[in-house]
């Protein structure tokens, strides 16, 4: 049999889109000097958007009422030691009942921060495949393992996965889908506030492997067999959608971890801290957009700031005074592909053959057509009608920024690449241009 299957009892049976109650009871809500005492409801709501949200009578201090009406946030205190910033929403004078939102999270009122591990409930992440894991006797694919310094990882899909993924596909909305488990290798007590850097590294690389943004809802500090620590948070994640991307969902290895000690660097470096987390936004963005010219627009923006950071300000190829008044959007994307070893190439894709030998490369044919959404009295070669087309065009720029993220963070695996003409899921695999399948298959090995 394989490793247990991490779980949380309390998250358990929540299904999908049901409300979690947090608690029940009376609670205070605080502001400067001034409380007033609430019996009530609080709940971690999915719809229709996430939010964690209070609502009761109350019971004493209903004379303080109308100074709570004029601020915009007070506190809220729960006599199980959770606590956290809240926002009033509504507020009947007649009934006295009251409701609102937390702003933010939560959480215990800790005074001693260190744990042996944090366990996670992780909402709307894939149906990956993965290490094998057991629960009541049975195996199943699900587990994905990470590793950073001292620390590791685990992430496992839950033991009901195939009905929260067909409830997903059939209504839509929020799930949690996995739970995670935080602690050091050698299973030493550490300091949770210090690992918060690691943890949102996570988060980020969760979410692009998704393509739309996924995140935690439920934290738990564990030591001596007890919970010492607890946080709700409603966090901001997208309502679910299985979305094709670079990710290779159906390899058991898990193409991830090798990154990820990666990216949590870059996070935490002056440069790219900030510059990656615009250009995931981007990404998000460039993959989830009602409309196909947004998602073009909001690609070349993540492939630019991609360009400026990398080519002006971190291996300083040209000078920046050049980069942005000398030459065009085409040859930016261009030279950022060159430096990255990424083909530039335009694919060979049926829909696109009619139009192909009007442009240099993709790079070209990507931006030619972005100019002509952002100045559409300018005149271009591509049908604006030709839906086709255009479709295809926004994929050649999610895959450049696609790889171009991959590079960066210095991934040599396999990718799905979608600019094929292709019927069968599993050709579209290809392991990423910079690399090479021996390179892979020492991945492989390493891992194993």
Not at 145 to 151: K, N, S
Not at 171 to 194: L, M, P, V, W
Not at 344 to 367: C, M, W
Request: charged share 25%; hydrophobic share 35%; proline share 2%.
């Amino acid at each position: 049999m394989g490793n247990k299957t991490i779980t949380i009892p309390k998250m358990e049976t929540v299904d999908i889109n049901q409300s979690v109650v947090i608690y029940e009871g009376e609670y205070d809500l605080k502001l400067k000097e001034n409380k007033i005492q609430v019996c009530g409801l609080i709940t971690l709501n999915w719809l229709p958007t996430p939010n964690v949200e209070f609502e009761g009578k109350v019971i004493d201090g209903t004379k303080k009422i109308k100074e709570f009406m004029a601020s915009n946030e007070v506190e809220i205190i729960l006599p199980n030691g959770l606590q956290g910033k809240a926002l009033l929403t509504s507020i009947d004078l007649i009934t006295i009942n009251i409701s609102g939102v937390i702003n933010s999270e939560l959480n215990s009122k800790v005074v001693d921060s260190r744990v042996e591990k944090l366990n996670f409930a992780l909402v709307n992440f894939r149906n990956n495949y993965g290490m094998f894991i057991e629960h009541s006797n049975r195996d199943y694919s699900g587990r994905l393992l990470f590793e950073y310094g001292d620390f590791e990882i685990k992430i496992d899909k839950r033991h009901n996965y195939k009905g929260i993924y067909n409830d997903l596909k059939k209504i839509g909305g929020y799930s949690i889908t996995h739970f995670a488990e935080f602690k050091r290798k050698d299973n030493q007590i550490f300091d949770s506030e210090e690992v918060s850097n690691i943890i949102e590294a996570l988060i980020w690389l969760l979410s692009f492997s998704c393509g739309r943004q996924v995140g935690f809802c439920y934290t738990v500090g564990v030591k001596n067999c007890e919970n010492v620590y607890e946080q709700y948070q409603a966090p901001i994640i997208d309502t679910w959608r299985d979305i094709p991307n670079w990710y290779p969902i159906r390899e058991v290895y898990n193409n991830l971890n090798h990154i990820f000690g990666e990216l949590v660097d870059k996070l935490h470096d002056e440069l790219w801290e900030k510059v990656l987390k615009n250009i995931f936004t981007w990404y998000f963005d460039g993959l989830r957009s009602t409309y196909i010219e947004n998602k073009i627009v909001s690609i070349q923006i993540a492939l630019e700031n991609i360009a400026w950071t990398y080519i002006v300000l971190d291996k300083k190829v040209m000078e920046g005074n050049k980069f942005e008044k000398k030459i065009n959007a085409s040859k930016k994307i261009r030279l950022l592909l060159k430096e990255l070893n990424i083909p530039s190439e335009i694919p060979e894709i049926s829909d696109l053959k009619s139009i192909s030998n009007a442009y240099d490369d993709g790079s070209h044919l990507f931006t030619a057509f972005r100019n002509d959404i952002v100045h559409p009295k300018k005149k271009v070669k591509v049908d604006d009608e030709n839906w086709e087309i255009k479709y295809w065009v926004w994929k050649l720029g999610v895959k450049y920024l696609e790889l171009s993220i991959l590079r960066i963070l210095g991934y040599e695996g396999k990718y799905y690449n979608f600019l094929k003409d292709e019927k069968n899921y599993l050709n579209y695999l290809d392991v990423v241009p910079w690399s090479s399948e021996d390179k892979y298959k020492v991945l492989i090995t390493n891992e194993k």
